[in-house]
């Protein structure tokens, strides 16, 4: 039997034939290890990829997030004890920015389809918000999976209301959209006022550790955030912020930059694996995702178990998913969840899954307590019908028709 791994990063890294080994032995030779040219030349790179002025590398994602919030607040545009929306379904990270910043989260549900926030959830936050008491100045909109948010509509949400707009882009490197359905293309790190980036090993375009990166147009906040990623020094020794240490590594940065011109070409296979999947898996006890199309207002939504016909808001799909995640949903009749059982099925037939992710950040203990009673049942359903299958540029053919089979061939109790 055919044994699928979820993501065999050996596999990925001896694709690059070497690649990677030479640029971290270059580095080595170099004598020179953190914020040196290595760092210069792959901020400069990643700011052209994303259509944006300025990068800086940082020591991971959650710092980029946490460095972008308290940017903004040294630079007057928040104040500590503000409100900041994000997603009730996101990775726990994105939580830990907001709080690690002095904010407050302001949970909005996903639509239930895409898992990611829609201009009619981000209106229903900031006005919950307003009951509460409770000051939005910006909103941390996630392109989960690798599926970018409707980030147009958000935009003229937040410019009407005169808060920022920020970018979770951990999941989405590479990803573009057609900027209010025009010929305007537009990649992620440049649909808001500043994006966070990770580079963990895993992510679309990975390091091989911890890494991240900030990606604005915003020259102040960029300047900023080098500052107090810098114990906030700009000249050794004169600290005019209370910084941290928060820098990407020489080596790091010359991975990234090896990895960094494959990135389109591997997210193209990405999309053709996806589009295996959505096709060829047929199981009523699977409900796959949207595919990233445009559906006009009054049509059924394809691959949806629930009959949910399109609205206007659905002209958000016009957007190229990077597939950083492929996720299933599944279900009984009854409206329990098989999810579990559909797990250890499929480890039957030797294919590794994942689950992103098990509890949702206002059940988890470090949230419960402010958040556990209100309840977001949108997120919570997602949370307990989730699981990922492997889908990544370096799969066989073999693996493929693996996963589709053993996925196909999934029973009710």
């Not at 509509?153 to 573009?176: N, P, V």
């Not at 206002?362 to 699981?387: C, M, N, S, T």
Request: net charge negative.
């Amino acid at each position: 039997m055919i044994q699928v791994p979820y993501y065999p990063l050996k596999r990925v890294v001896d694709s690059y034939s070497g690649r990677l080994q030479k640029a971290a032995s270059r580095v080595v030779e170099s004598g020179w290890y953190i914020r040196g040219e290595e760092c210069r030349k792959f901020e400069a790179n990643f700011a052209e990829y994303c259509g944006a002025k300025y990068c800086v590398g940082v020591g991971n994602g959650l710092e980029a997030l946490s460095l972008i919030l308290k940017g903004y607040i040294e630079l007057g545009r928040l104040e500590p004890g503000d409100g900041v929306i994000v997603p009730s379904n996101t990775f726990i990270a994105t939580w830990l920015a907001v709080k690690a910043a002095g904010l407050v989260p302001v949970p909005a549900e996903p639509d239930a389809d895409t898992c990611v926030l829609t201009l009619g959830s981000v209106e229903q936050a900031f006005l919950n918000a307003t009951y509460s008491n409770i000051r939005v100045k910006a909103i941390l909109a996630v392109h989960l999976y690798g599926r970018l948010c409707p980030m147009d509509r958000l935009k003229a949400f937040a410019e009407d209301r005169e808060i920022l707009l920020l970018e979770d882009a951990a999941q989405a490197h590479g990803a573009t959209m057609d900027w209010n359905n025009s010929s305007d293309s537009r990649r992620a790190g440049n649909l808001g006022d500043a994006a966070g980036f990770s580079f963990y090993p895993g992510k679309n375009l990975g390091a091989l550790g911890d890494a991240g990166a900030v990606v604005t147009n915003d020259e102040p906040l960029a300047q900023m955030v080098r500052k107090i990623a810098n114990y906030g020094s700009e000249k050794k020794y004169v600290h005019e912020c209370v910084g941290e240490n928060s820098r990407l590594d020489e080596i790091q940065a010359a991975v990234l930059s090896v990895k960094l011109p494959e990135l389109d070409e591997e997210n193209a296979r990405r999309n053709e694996i996806a589009g295996r999947y959505l096709s060829e898996i047929r199981n009523p006890l699977v409900k796959l995702p949207l595919e990233a199309t445009v559906l006009p207002s009054g049509h059924l939504r394809p691959n949806c178990m629930c009959g949910v016909v399109a609205t206007d808001d659905d002209l958000r799909f016009h957007c190229n998913c990077v597939w950083h995640i492929f996720p299933v949903h599944c279900g009984y009749p009854d409206g329990t969840s098989c999810r579990d059982a559909l797990q250890l099925h499929l480890a039957y037939h030797g294919i590794e899954t994942l689950i992103h992710y098990p509890t949702p950040p206002h059940l988890q203990k470090a949230f419960v307590d402010a958040y556990g009673v209100v309840g977001y049942p949108i997120a919570e359903k997602l949370a307990r019908e989730e699981l990922s299958l492997p889908l990544h540029p370096f799969m066989t053919e073999v693996e493929i028709q693996a996963v589709i089979d053993a996925v196909n061939s999934f029973e009710a109790r």
